[in-house]
């Protein structure tokens, strides 16, 4: 049994929750400090918290508080934080879906059937 295996649904649900509440929070937090002429919290924090899953957390702060929208390269670091996440989501999704599950089972049986040997393989995986 994998790691995914172990985690339900939910509690990945949870985890990204939390993760958004506590990059939401960081971004408030450093944006009232900047009020105050207070330690503010660092940049790599919120983008660390922002890389594991928080973005969406990130980014509504980031639009709420208009903080951090023109700090470059903050602003376009956690633009491609975002898009990596976007784009990885999708795949996951896609890859997990049915269909492509389906082509995945046909697929390995057509490798399969491949593999029996030939010949030498000079000149491909069929030897000829």
Do not use: C
Request: glycine share 10%.
């Amino acid at each position: 049994m994998g790691p995914i295996d172990i985690l339900t649904s939910w509690q990945v649900v949870l985890a990204v929750v939390m993760l958004n509440l506590s990059a939401f929070a960081a971004m408030a937090i450093d944006r009232r400090r900047t009020w105050y002429g207070q330690r503010r919290v660092g940049k790599s924090v919120i983008l660390g918290l922002s890389a594991l899953g928080g973005s969406l957390g990130t980014k509504l702060a980031q639009r709420l508080f208009r903080h951090m929208q023109l700090r470059q390269p903050f602003a376009s670091t956690l633009n491609l934080i975002m898009i990596a996440q976007i784009v990885a989501v999708s795949g996951l999704a896609f890859v997990s879906s049915e269909p492509a599950m389906a082509w995945l089972v046909e697929h390995r049986a057509t490798i399969a059937e491949d593999k029996a040997p030939t010949g030498p393989a000079f000149f491909g995986p069929k030897g000829g």
